[in-house]
C-alpha cells in the first residue's frame, strides 16, 4: 500500500545526506494528521510496515523512517536471539543520529498539519525523547521503550500516552511506577503482558492487550492531532 522515499537530514554519518522511508498516504486527499512511525531494533520490516498500512486505512498520513540506513540499508531482522544482537549493535551506531533523522521527517508532510510521533520498543524510546526535545510534535505515543524510566527528569513539550508490559522483565515495573510518580501527565497504561506485546509477529504478542492499547492510541490521535478543518 505504501512506498519507499528519501527524506533529506543534515549532520550524516560519513557521505550519507539521505535515509530512506516507508510512506502510506491515506486514501482520502486530505489526511487526519501525520505520524512518524518509528521503529524496533528490527528495522523497518514487514511488521512496521502493516502498521503503517494500518494508520493509513484510518486516515492519517505516515512515515516510518529507515533509522539503520546511517549504518547500512535495507536492514530487516528476524525475531530472534541473532535478530536481537544485530538489532542492538546498529542501534548502538546510530542512536546519536536518530533524533535529527526523526526531526528531517516532518519537513516532508504538509505546512499545517498536526503531527504524532508513534514508536515501538528502541522507537518507543525515540519517542520519549523527542517528545521532551523537540517542539516539531503536537503528541507522542510510547510503545515499551525501555530507556524511558531513566529518562523520568525530562518534560515533554505534547501530550503523551505510553504503555509498558507488567511481565517485562527488560523495564522493571517498580521503574515503571517510579516514572508514573515523577510525570504523572504522561497517561501511562500496564497490560498483563511481556515485553512486545503488541507485535503479532513476536511470541510474547498478547492480543487483547494490544487490542487494548490500540483503541487507547486511536482516541489519544483523533483527540490530539486530527484536524478539524
Not at 539521505?18 to 482520502?28: D, G, L
Not at 498500512?53 to 530487516?76: C, M, N, T
Request: aromatic letters at 10%; hydrophobic letters at 35%.
Amino acid at each position: 500500500m505504501g512506498q519507499g522515499i528519501y527524506i533529506t537530514v543534515v549532520e550524516g554519518k560519513g557521505d550519507n545526506d539521505k535515509v530512506s522511508a516507508y510512506h502510506v498516504a491515506p486514501k482520502q486527499s486530505q489526511p487526519k494528521g501525520g505520524i512518524v512511525l518509528l521503529q524496533e531494533i528490527f528495522g523497518v520490516n514487514e511488521y512496521i510496515r502493516e502498521v503503517c498500512d494500518h494508520y493509513a486505512e484510518k486516515g492519517w498520513e505516515v512515515i516510518a523512517p529507515s533509522l539503520f540506513d546511517r549504518e547500512s540499508q535495507k536492514i530487516e531482522l528476524n525475531y530472534d536471539a541473532d535478530g536481537v544482537e544485530q538489532g542492538r549493535a546498529l542501534k548502538d551506531s546510530v542512536d546519536s543520529f536518530s533524533e535529527n533523522d526523526i526531526a528531517a521527517c516532518c519537513n516532508h508532510f504538509m505546512s499545517g498539519l498536526k503531527l504524532a510521533v508513534v514508536g515501538y520498543c528502541w522507537g518507543g524510546s525515540l519517542a520519549w525523547r523527542v517528545a521532551c526535545r523537540s517542539p516539531r510534535f503536537d503528541a507522542a505515543v510510547c510503545y515499551y521503550g525501555g530507556e524511558i524510566p531513566s529518562l523520568s527528569s525530562e518534560k515533554p513539550h505534547c501530550p503523551v500516552q505510553a504503555h509498558f508490559g507488567l511481565q517485562d522483565s527488560t523495564i522493571p515495573i517498580s521503574d515503571v511506577e517510579n516514572f508514573i510518580s515523577l510525570r504523572p501527565e504522561v497517561k501511562t497504561y500496564i497490560y498483563n503482558a511481556d515485553h512486545g506485546f503488541s507485535c503479532h509477529h513476536r511470541k510474547q504478542y498478547h492480543q487483547s492487550s494490544s487490542n487494548l492499547a490500540q483503541e487507547r492510541v486511536d482516541e489519544f490521535l483523533s483527540r490530539h492531532i486530527q484536524n478539524t478543518n
